[in-house]
């Protein structure tokens, strides 16, 4: 496996996706939110690659 660049986040977009975990906790599946955190992490790796 490659190693990746680090992603650094600005302060809005930690802000963002904190908004957009507390609105997926309270609307969202235990299952479906570990898809997306899976779905996520993954992106995040793909991207840094690049």
């Known amino acids: 496996m490659r190693s990746g660049l680090r ?3 600005s302060l ?3 802000n963002n996706l904190n908004q957009i975990f507390d609105y997926i ?9 570990k898809e997306f955190s ?4 993954s992106t995040l790796e793909s991207l840094s690659l690049y």
């Open 7 to 9: 992603i650094e986040w």
């Open 12 to 14: 809005e977009a930690t």
């Open 25 to 33: 906790e309270d609307s969202w599946s235990e299952r479906e939110i």
């Open 38 to 41: 899976k779905f996520l992490e």
